[in-house]
């Protein structure tokens, strides 16, 4: 059984990393690509949060017995087969996953102008994961 007090924390983490990357979502382009302390914390915020929503899936899986998981990626898949999500929630949730691999391992890949995009344009799709995840309190 899916254990509440273990969600809500990780919930509590990922409202803490989505409110910062609002913060810099009021930042010009320039500034982000230009500020060091603004883009390298940015992205460190942006991985904490697919993290999050990672290890709050893992933990649903797992207490659920949703099935097994030997990579990030059957997180999604995983969330789709027991209808919880559509296959478009489930691909950007792959995406998120792939990016942050590149994040973690890919750190001479980055593409600062994309993590800006993507804090720009994606951060709704994170939100709409920890919907999902939240239902489980």
């Not at 691909?91 to 800006?116: A, P, S």
Request: proline share 1%.
């Amino acid at each position: 059984m899916v254990k509440p007090e273990v969600i809500r924390r990780r919930l509590e983490k990922l409202d803490e990393y989505l409110t910062y990357l609002k913060e810099v979502q009021k930042k010009e382009q320039e500034q982000f690509l230009n500020q060091t302390e603004i883009w390298a914390s940015a992205e460190r915020f942006l991985q904490m949060a697919i993290e999050s929503i990672n290890d709050i899936a893992n933990h649903i899986i797992a207490e659920e017995n949703y099935g097994t998981m030997e990579k990030y990626s059957d997180l999604p898949n995983l969330f789709f087969e027991k209808s919880l999500i559509d296959d478009e929630l489930k691909q950007k949730w792959i995406q998120m996953i792939g990016f942050r691999n590149i994040l973690v391992h890919g750190y001479t890949e980055i593409d600062r102008n994309e993590v800006y995009k993507i804090i720009n344009q994606n951060l709704d799709d994170i939100k709409r994961i920890k919907q999902v995840l939240a239902q489980f309190l």
